[in-house]
């Protein structure tokens, strides 16, 4: 079974500095998505970044941009300008890609990082 | 609707009662998830509808724990006999475009549920 890891329960930055979530999962499988979830306080998850394994490229969002390392099963998540409203607590998923099955289509999650932006 | 539903926003109830909690994915995503997270805890898949499929129960905790989606549509979450350890927040998921592995999930913003 996949398990995600997320080794920083508490980060903290100040505004407009730049801040990187760590992420590390095990798989034994080469083809998969990658994905960094915000949760505020509103409680409503909404998806920063998602990045496909078979990708070379790091995927990039506006402020946000992830460092993929297949090889090392790491997917961190930088935050650059750190802006007030980045403040959530943000997870790390992991969904297979492989098309066999209902329970292929589970996310797992890591535990998350609450990340706290400092004015 | 424009987005995920979910009800009630909180509730609170006593050791051994029932209670249900609904989600009203977005009109048309033919897949929903149920996720369970605990204080401290990340999310913890619970149960994943997908059209007329039958669902993926693998993650309910026991047989108290049961869901149904009645016409591809609205789910229906019920905890029987509520133990204290049920104390979670429960999040809904919908998404439609399930055959791309990289497909967002919607999520509603949950139901706290509280047992005294």
């Known amino acids: 079974a996949q398990t995600v890891t997320q080794s920083q329960p508490e980060m903290s930055v100040q505004e407009a500095e730049t801040v990187t979530l760590s992420c590390t999962y095990d798989t034994s499988e080469s083809d998969y998505y990658l994905f960094w979830y915000k949760q505020p306080p509103s409680r409503q998850m909404i998806l920063v970044i998602r990045q496909e394994a078979y990708k070379q490229q790091n995927a990039t969002e506006n402020r946000f941009s992830v460092n993929f390392q297949k090889a090392a099963k790491s997917f961190s998540l930088k935050i650059s300008d750190s802006q007030l409203g980045d403040a959530a607590m943000y997870f790390c998923?992991?969904?297979?890609?492989?098309?066999?099955?209902?329970?292929?289509?589970?996310?797992?999650f890591g535990k998350g990082t609450l990340l706290t932006v400092n004015p | 609707g424009a987005g995920v539903s979910q009800s009630p926003s909180n509730k609170v109830t006593e050791k051994g009662k029932d209670v249900e909690l609904r989600c009203d994915p977005i009109?048309?995503?033919?897949?929903l998830y149920w996720y369970r997270q605990s204080l401290g805890q990340g999310l913890e898949f619970l149960i994943y509808f997908q059209g007329n499929s039958a669902p993926d129960k693998s993650g309910l905790p026991s047989d108290r724990f049961s869901a149904e989606r009645t016409g591809g549509s609205v789910s229906t979450l019920t905890i029987q006999r509520t133990q204290q350890e049920d104390s979670a927040v429960y999040l809904c998921a919908s998404t439609s475009r399930l055959g791309v592995g990289g497909a967002r999930l919607f999520f509603g913003e949950g139901s706290r549920l509280t047992v005294l």
């Open positions: 998923a992991y969904r297979s890609a492989l098309n066999s099955g209902g329970s292929n289509y589970k996310l797992t």
């Open positions: 009109s048309g995503h033919t897949a």
